[in-house]
């Protein structure tokens, strides 16, 4: 792939709806299925990953003239890694009820698919512009996919949003446990799919 | 690499008969759930159903003594019952020997009233079995898959086709022990001493890395038939959550060495048993008639949360 | 700056710099010992796909 063309906005509405990572490209499935029980815990995982991808993707282009092309995924691999290790201790000193409950989670950001193939097929040809845009693009995508699907399991395990009581009722508790999380992510990847399926149809008359 | 699927089979309903075989034999009285040493100087018996408190706490209905000379009784200092009635703790005076099984005979077991008559246990550490409990526990209980959720990428992506799956399993399990034994070693004995252990997420994925590149650098030298098996998996290796899981999760307890070693290898075979299953019923799959919209990964999400949910009837399951 | 925290950070660079010259010696003398000669018409043809994984 060449250095992009794409202007700003363009690389951000990429990220959050052309190749949205979690429903367009499925990566990162691990959170999406685990912890996305509810609206808050979707939120602050993604602006962990939001932060990472963009100070990595950064990282990566201001120093991509630098790496010798054997070690570019290691390297990679370690500058994430230092991302994760800020967000993980600063998460842990401001807001720690959140943080345990996130569990393991913020620490295996480290390992999501979705921020090394963005390093690996964008940020090590494009500039340190581009690759903060595109960056801010993936976060904010996922940061929505995230919110989503805890959006969904909230309303329907719960009958809350943020914690506020908004039905009254619990339509359908089995969505609150973290096994739902399989079903929730297929059912709405379907949907997905039908909604692209009608659509072409009708362009196609 | 061909793998009757038969044979593997029946070798899993074998495993499972002996697990239930096992766990059969431990029961000695039927209102007696667990007895265990804890501590330095108690024992902890776990019973059915509430006791009454009037006989729990009566020293003189328990005996205990070590298997080996039954004529030397143990002094019993203290009978503590729990707040649900269910467990006794018994206090002894001097630091019990838990390498020796003891004998703990109970006699006339009230509860609610009615008296459940005598009972003869033994005590004992089960080393081995805590091992095995252990390896059983990351490999089906706590399935990484599909009771922790991790590694889904991976797991998706490799479990359309059954050999793919099995070596995918394979390859993951070998780097997972190599990896998770330097990062137990290394948080032990220079992060944990240091106070270094802010830096565990940096170190545990270089060291992942680095087995990586090792075993890839040598299998290709040693092995290339093996290496043209294998090798397409090695990349995918680093992309799985579970395999710096793992070391997290040994830097979050305090498991030693041997136990370690299960650990990781319970993860890598569980990682393999998941894609197994997973992989079968993709296999079919292919062939079933599905609505367009749920073809591909919708309906392999829809058939994971249904094995999700039976490896849910395993939680809670304890085995020594 | 606190004396500890000084402390601390050497420390950590001390450790992973030599866990890095260590791995990074020994993978090197692997690399070395268990060289395969690559045919460097596959590495050109590589490079021409790339990114097609």
Redesign the interface.
């Known amino acids: 792939m060449p250095a992009t063309t794409k202007t700003n906005p363009q690389l951000l509405f990429n990220g959050i709806l052309g190749e949205n990572p979690i429903f367009r490209l499925a990566l990162s499935m691990c959170p999406a299925v685990g912890i996305s029980t509810t609206v808050m815990n979707g939120l602050l995982l993604g602006i962990a990953v939001l932060f990472v991808q963009v100070f990595s993707s950064c990282t990566i282009a201001a120093i991509k003239n630098h790496i010798h092309p054997r070690i570019r995924i290691p390297t990679y691999t370690l500058t994430i890694a230092t991302w994760v290790t800020v967000i993980d201790l600063v998460l842990a000193a401001y807001v720690p009820e959140a943080y345990k409950q996130m569990g393991i989670f913020v620490k295996l950001i480290v390992a999501f698919a979705i921020i090394t193939m963005r390093l690996e097929t964008f940020a090590c040809k494009n500039s340190v512009n581009a690759s903060f845009w595109d960056g801010l693009g993936m976060g904010l995508g996922f940061l929505f996919g995230m919110m989503a699907l805890g959006f969904v399991r909230e309303l329907l395990g719960m009958g809350t949003l943020f914690g506020y009581d908004i039905l009254g009722f619990r339509p359908l508790l089995f969505f609150i446990l973290p096994v739902a999380g399989f079903f929730c992510v297929g059912f709405m990847m379907a949907m997905f799919n039908y909604i692209e399926l009608a659509v072409n149809r009708k362009k196609r008359g | 690499m061909k793998i009757n699927s038969r044979t593997l089979f029946t070798l899993s309903a074998l495993v499972l008969l002996c697990l239930f075989l096992l766990t059969g034999c431990r029961q000695e009285h039927r209102f007696i759930k667990k007895t265990a040493f804890k501590d330095a100087n108690s024992i902890v018996i776990t019973f059915a159903g509430p006791v009454d408190e009037g006989w729990a706490k009566d020293i003189s209905k328990y005996t205990v003594y070590e298997k080996p000379d039954p004529d030397i009784k143990l002094k019993i200092t203290e009978a503590h019952l729990s707040q649900d009635k269910k467990t006794v703790t018994l206090r002894f005076k001097e630091n019990l020997n838990q390498d020796q099984p003891h004998m703990l005979a109970m006699s006339q077991i009230t509860s609610e009233g009615r008296s459940l008559g005598s009972a003869f246990v033994s005590v004992k550490k089960l080393y081995l079995g805590y091992l095995f409990s252990v390896l059983i526990g990351a490999m089906i209980i706590n399935n990484f898959v599909f009771a922790?959720?991790?590694?889904?990428?991976v797991f998706?992506g490799t479990s359309q086709k059954k050999s793919t799956a099995i070596g995918m399993g394979i390859t993951f399990t070998i780097v997972m022990v190599f990896s998770s034994m330097m990062a137990w070693f290394?948080y032990q004995f220079?992060?944990k001493p240091?106070?270094?252990d802010?830096?565990?997420?940096?170190?545990f994925?270089?060291l992942v890395?680095?087995s990586v590149?090792?075993v890839d650098?040598?299998l290709?030298?040693?092995n290339p038939m093996l290496f043209k098996a294998f090798g397409v998996y090695l990349?995918l290796v680093?992309?799985?959550?579970i395999?710096?899981?793992v070391p997290?999760?040994l830097a979050a307890n305090t498991y030693n060495a041997m136990e370690s070693l299960m650990l990781a290898f319970g993860a890598g075979m569980g990682f393999l048993i998941a894609l197994f299953l997973m992989s079968s019923v993709r296999e079919r799959l292919e062939l079933a008639n599905i609505?367009?919209?749920?073809?591909g990964?919708?309906?392999?999400?829809?058939v994971?949360?249904l094995f999700?949910?039976a490896f849910?009837g395993f939680s809670g399951m304890s085995i020594f | 700056m606190d004396p500890t925290l000084v402390k601390l950070a050497l420390g950590g660079l001390a450790v992973l710099g030599c866990i890095g010259i260590f791995f990074g010696i020994g993978l090197a003398l692997a690399a070395y010992k268990f060289a395969v000669e690559a045919n460097p018409k596959v590495e050109e043809v590589l490079e021409v796909l790339a990114g097609a994984q």
Do not use: H
Not at chain 2, 148 to 153: E, F, I, P, S, T
Not at chain 2, 198 to 203: A, N, Q
Not at chain 2, 238 to 241: D, E, K, L, P, T
């Open positions: 922790k959720y991790l590694g889904l990428c998706f290394l220079v992060l240091y106070r270094l802010f830096l565990e997420i940096v170190v994925i270089g890395s680095l590149q090792a650098t040598i290709r030298k040693v990349v680093i992309a799985n959550c395999i710096i899981a997290l999760t609505p367009r919209s749920y073809r990964l919708p309906i392999a999400f829809v994971a949360g999700a949910l849910l």
